[in-house]
């Protein structure tokens, strides 16, 4: 049972475009939420995060789009430039559970294009 | 600022052999530990955690143990090693408490022959 899912395996984009990555979750318990980028023969970097009980988080030119009725977040790049060229994974966490576990999405392959 | 090791980078072992991991954080204290595993096709798959010194959690049963000796070690070990265990190693670290982002090495791409 894959609880987050991240439907588009690879997104291309120009240069100082807007990237939106999607990221969908089955698990209601989820309450908390992030964003990790990861280059090749790297370990996942964080990137930013979000609380359920919030809609909308913003670092810099990332921000994170939280539909908690829709069970739907977005990870907005504005604009987007050639190091953002990675992988993005999303992951839920359910904050009551004991083990902090994150579960990730698949992850999709970012392409942004000079 | 905080940073997270993890050696070796790479390694190649035969069934059977015996395995060992190591990861170790610096810059901060008292921090949660955790390996993750992600095999071939899959997604990243938490392995076990930490919240201290000799509390070690597991989250699957396998092949494999850890321990942490020390507050900021953490060490992923198995006895014999099968050909399932391949896959890329990934430690973690997070300050403790709700909402706190983990932090990943670089890794471990171990290949069983």
């Known amino acids: 049972d894959q609880q987050v899912k991240q439907n588009s395996p690879s997104l291309s984009v120009q240069e100082g475009r807007i990237s939106i990555l999607n990221c969908d979750y089955t698990?209601?318990?989820?309450?908390?939420f992030l964003w990790y980028k990861k280059y090749p023969a790297e370990g996942p970097t964080f990137l930013i995060s979000?609380?359920?009980?919030?809609d909308k988080n913003e670092d810099g030119r990332f921000t994170v789009f939280l539909n908690k009725s829709a069970k739907h977040l977005s990870l907005h790049i504005v604009p987007s430039q050639p190091g953002d060229s990675a992988v993005y994974f999303c992951a839920g966490v359910d904050s009551g559970g004991s083990n902090y576990k994150l579960t990730f999405g698949k992850g999709t392959l970012l392409t942004v294009n000079p | 600022s905080q940073t997270i090791h993890q050696w070796p980078a790479t390694l190649v072992q035969p069934v059977g052999s015996p395995l060992s991991l190591e990861c170790t954080v610096e810059g901060t204290s008292n921090p949660n530990l955790y390996w993750y595993r992600q095999a071939a096709g899959r997604g990243l798959q938490l392995l076990f955690y930490s919240v201290g010194i000799g509390q070690i959690s597991s989250e699957v049963p396998q092949n494999l143990s850890a321990s942490r000796p020390q507050d900021r070690q953490f060490i992923l070990s198995s006895k014999k090693l099968l050909l399932s265990d391949s896959g890329f190693y990934l430690c973690?670290?997070?300050?403790?408490?709700?909402?706190?982002?983990?932090?990943f090495g670089d890794g471990t791409r171990l290949s069983i022959l």
């Open positions: 698990n209601s318990m989820f309450d908390y």
């Open positions: 979000i609380s359920s009980i919030k």
């Open positions: 973690a670290w997070s300050v403790q408490g709700f909402n706190q982002p983990q932090h």
